[in-house]
């Protein structure tokens, strides 16, 4: 009887195959063989899959097909190319003693049913073993390379990869890819303000272009587990040997602080369903309190129809039908009138509260006449920014100061010197001059640290006066163009303590606003003195203009000690 064969070729895509044979090599190789002792071929099957586990379509096939009679034999490069696995391996050795299979023929060994097939279950130990000593290997790496620091995942989350050709110890293993790794940072930006769901996130990066390696838009579901992997944060869970679950601080570059992320896992918890779409936007929301109890002020939307039947005023958020004559909208004979208004209110979760409700259209003309009253010209924002860039050449206070730190700095110095002297003179003793160094020592540091904080100032309180002064030229401006979600930000900049008393918004404009607004009268009131209209006039003008520089001068140094504190307060805040 002629044996009939299948020639069987496999390449794992796992990495303990990187180095056999392709599966074109293979088949080469066994056609030759073939050919080369006249064997009969009935098919050739391939599949790139690995023998681990049991489930291969392709061998399933194949033995299905020798049960069937097509084919007694079967070509293969090796005999682990059959079976890495005690199922797989069991099968081919049952059909061999079964003579179901005639003859196996690898290149260099062949297996027929009279032979001891001890040596055949020998190898096909040996091909399971090392599937197994090398899940044992790569779990061992992983373990480490996450003690070290590093996360060892195949498939690194959206934005990051792995550093291939890294030095170890020396190189980052995981690096931030080029492009994605700032999309997606924009995208958690956007997701903090707490504006945005995981839905409406989702159509910001399609806008974006962000896709996965095939090309493709993410799904709803990526991006959701994308705002909960604290991968970001810069933590990642490994298993230990017994299967547990370990939490590892991560050495790669963090995309947001821990607080960040947490607070993002509270807004993906308030929207409730994430798939759900913010439909209508309340700016005011979170910025105002309520000047009756204290409590947090929120924002109902009323959305309201006329019948023309019946003259009922009732919503039409969920319902369409007038209660009161039961007609449809849409059947009504003459098109009813629509009232659209947005009210802030008191959620009276501090108890009982009688202050009543404000309409948006009330908050915002209340925020427009703030701005109109802290808005200066362009002229004076010019003539100021002149006036900025010398201020400290003649502003006397702050050179007194420096001078004087610097003063004090130097008389420690030579106090030093002089304790030195004194110690060498034994005039002290060590303890005592240890504690005289310490003390002259300490107050040095200090000095240093307030002398480079206040020439910092002389630089960071300019550029925040300009911005100052730019916002107070534009805020007008830019509140009527901005966007819902910016008006809170712009109203938050020039007004604090903002609160609904008597059914009125009130609220503090913030000093240094002041200040500035203070600042173009004098300019203004300088600007009369500047031309004298007569020769009589001349001295008495000139008086006047010479005042008005001096009070503008006084009115930036209180803008100058206003910005300064805020900028000390920011320092200690962060410290």
């Known amino acids: 009887m002629t044996i009939k064969y299948f020639i069987y070729a496999r390449k794992s895509t796992e990495s303990e195959d990187k180095q056999m044979a392709s599966i074109e090599d293979q088949i080469a190789e066994m056609l030759q063989l073939a050919k080369d002792s006249k064997l009969e071929i009935v098919d050739t099957i391939s599949e790139a899959k690995s023998a681990k586990e049991p489930g291969r379509i392709g061998f399933n096939t194949m033995l299905k097909r020798i049960h069937k009679g097509e084919a007694q034999g079967i070509l293969c490069w090796k005999l682990n190319r059959l079976a890495r696995n005690p199922v797989d391996g069991g099968q ?28 055949m279950q020998v190898e096909f130990g040996m091909a399971n073993q090392y599937i197994k000593d090398l899940s044992v290997d790569v779990k061992r790496g992983l373990r480490r390379k996450a003690e070290r620091g590093w996360y060892g995942s195949q498939h690194m989350p959206i934005g990051y990869k792995h550093n291939t050709g890294y030095r170890l110890g020396i190189d980052d293993e995981i690096v931030p890819t080029s492009k ?167 959620t009276k979760n501090h108890g009982d509260c009688t202050e009543g409700c404000v309409s948006d259209i009330h908050i915002e003309n209340e925020i427009k006449k703030g701005l109109a009253a802290i808005s200066i010209n362009q002229e004076f924002y010019e003539y100021v920014l002149q006036e900025l860039a010398h201020f400290d050449e003649v502003n006397n206070s702050h050179s007194i100061q420096l001078t004087q730190l610097e003063k004090r700095k130097t008389e420690l110095e030579n106090r030093l010197e002089g304790l030195v002297k004194m110690r060498a003179d034994n005039e002290i003793t060590g303890e005592e001059f240890r504690a005289l160094r310490q003390k002259s020592e300490t107050e040095i540091v200090s000095i240093q640290q307030e002398l480079k904080f206040q020439k910092d100032c002389s630089l960071n309180w300019k550029k925040a006066a300009q911005e100052h002064f730019r916002f107070a030229v534009l805020a007008v401006d830019k509140f ?3 966007e819902e979600i910016k008006k809170k930000n712009i109203a938050s900049e020039f007004a604090s303590n903002l609160k609904i008393k008597d059914k009125k918004l009130e609220y503090t404009t913030r000093k240094c606003y002041q200040i500035i607004k203070e600042c173009e009268v004098v300019y203004q009131a300088k600007k009369k003195c500047f031309e004298p209209e007569t020769d009589h006039m001349l001295y008495s003008q000139k008086s006047c203009y010479w005042v008005s520089i001096s009070i503008l001068r006084e009115k930036l140094q209180q803008l100058r000690t206003c910005l300064i504190d805020k900028l000390q307060s920011e320092k200690n805040i962060s410290e």
């Open 92 to 119: 081919i050795s049952w059909l061999l003693q079964q003579n179901t299979i005639k003859h196996i023929q690898t290149y260099g060994r062949d297996y027929k049913p009279s032979d001891n097939v001890l040596m």
């Open 180 to 346: 994605t790794f700032n999309l997606v940072k924009s995208l958690w930006r956007k997701m903090l303000t707490g504006n945005y769901s995981v839905a409406s996130i989702r159509r910001e990066g399609n806008k974006m272009g962000l896709h996965n390696s095939a090309g493709n838009t993410l799904s709803h579901n990526t991006y959701h587990r994308l705002f909960t992997n604290e991968f970001y944060c810069g933590f990642f869970y490994t298993k230990d040997e017994n299967g547990e679950l370990l939490k590892h601080e991560g050495k790669h570059k963090k995309m947001v602080s821990v607080q960040e992320f947490e607070k993002v896992q509270r807004i993906l918890r308030g929207y409730g369903n994430p798939t759900r779409q913010t439909t209508y936007i309340y700016p005011y929301r979170g910025l105002i309190s309520c000047g009756g109890c204290g409590g947090f002020v929120t924002a109902e939307r009323k959305l309201q129809a006329i019948c023309t039947n019946c003259k009922y005023k009732f919503s039409i958020i969920t319902n369409t039908i007038c209660p009161s004559c039961k007609t449809d909208l849409r059947d009504m004979p003459a098109k009813p009138t629509i009232i659209d208004k947005v009210y802030y209110r008191c």
């Open 480 to 482: 009527l163009k901005a």
